[in-house]
């Protein structure tokens, strides 16, 4: 029987693996936007993605007229998953479903590998 480390160390092999393997999933734009888009939120939800501590100004919404904060009610320091803000944006209006604007969002979090970040303004 392995030791609680060895299986750890095995773990995290294991786990950087997938990090790496996803990336290059995410990031490669022969693969349909909504095969990438959905593993990326699925692995997001996971827990596998650290958040990004930096905050984010994704393309696809004007950000001269919106802002985290008066928009979408996200506090200073606040983490920010990037499907809820998604969500948020279409029902808002702010991003119509299945536009430019939609995959232009989609593109910027997947080409940055952010799932969630945090609103430090």
Not at 5 to 19: D, I, P, T
Not at 39 to 53: N, Q, R, T
Not at 80 to 102: A, R, T, Y
């Amino acid at each position: 029987m392995k030791n609680a480390r060895a299986e750890l160390k095995e773990f995290e092999k294991h786990k950087n693996k997938f990090l790496t393997f996803l990336q290059e999933y995410v990031k490669d734009t022969n693969i349909p936007l909504e095969d990438r888009w959905n593993l990326f939120v699925e692995a997001g939800k996971s827990g596998i993605i650290k958040e990004d501590l930096f905050y984010h100004k994704p393309d696809g919404i004007d950000w001269k007229v919106n802002t985290l904060y008066d928009t979408f009610y996200i506090e200073k320091y606040e983490s920010v998953k990037v499907d809820k803000l998604l969500e948020k944006s279409i029902e808002n209006e702010i991003i119509i479903k299945g536009s430019k604007e939609e995959d232009l969002f989609k593109e910027y979090f997947l080409s940055n590998f952010v799932y969630s970040f945090k609103n430090n303004w």
